[in-house]
C-alpha cells in the first residue's frame, strides 16, 4: 500500500485556498518546534460565519494537505462549527495519514483554533481559554 492516500497526494500536488487575506478577521500562526514547520492561516468572518480561508504553510506535504483539507472543512461554517474541527477528522477526510505523519495536522488544527482565537480577542468575545491549549504544554509533538 502507498505511504500516503490519493487524497493526501491531491491536496498537496494541488493545495486548495493558499495565500493571503490582507484584510483578515483573525490570523493564527503554530509552528512545530520539533521539524520546525510553521502554518499560517487567514480568516474572513461575517456573521459569525467563515466566508473565506486562506493558508500559507511552510512544511511538509503532510502539513500542507492537512492545511488545504482544513481549510475547505472550514469553508462556509460557523466559527463554533470551525472550532470543533479536530486533527482527527481532518486526517480522516484525507483518508488517513501515517501515524508518524498524525502530528502535521495538528498544525492545522491549532493554526484555525488561534485564527479563532485572535478573532474573538479583536471582537472582545469572551471564551473559555481552556478551549485553547497552551502548544508548549501539549504533548502532539513529542
Ligand atoms: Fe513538520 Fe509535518 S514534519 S509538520
Known amino acids: 500500500m502507498a505511504l500516503y492516500s ?11 485556498n493558499v495565500g493571503v487575506i490582507e484584510d483578515a478577521d483573525g490570523v493564527g500562526e503554530v509552528g512545530n518546534a520539533k521539524c520546525g514547520d510553521i502554518m499560517k492561516i487567514y480568516l474572513k468572518i461575517e456573521n459569525d460565519i467563515i466566508v473565506d480561508v486562506k493558508f500559507e504553510t511552510f ?12 481549510t475547505e472543512m472550514i469553508m462556509g461554517k460557523s466559527i463554533h462549527e ?6 482527527k477528522a481532518v486526517a480522516e477526510a484525507l483518508d ?12 492545522a488544527e ?8 485572535d478573532y474573538f480577542d479583536r471582537n472582545n468575545i469572551p471564551y473559555d481559554k481552556k478551549q485553547f491549549p497552551d502548544c ?7
Open 6 to 16: 490519493e487524497k493526501v497526494m491531491d491536496h498537496f500536488t494541488h493545495p486548495r
Open 59 to 70: 512544511g511538509c506535504g503532510s502539513a500542507i494537505a492537512s492545511s488545504s483539507m482544513a
Open 82 to 87: 470551525a472550532m470543533e474541527l479536530t486533527n
Open 96 to 107: 488517513g495519514l501515517p501515524a508518524h505523519k498524525m502530528h502535521c495536522s495538528v498544525l
Open 110 to 117: 491549532e493554526a484555525i483554533k488561534n485564527a479563532l482565537k
Open 136 to 142: 508548549e504544554h501539549c504533548h502532539h509533538c513529542e
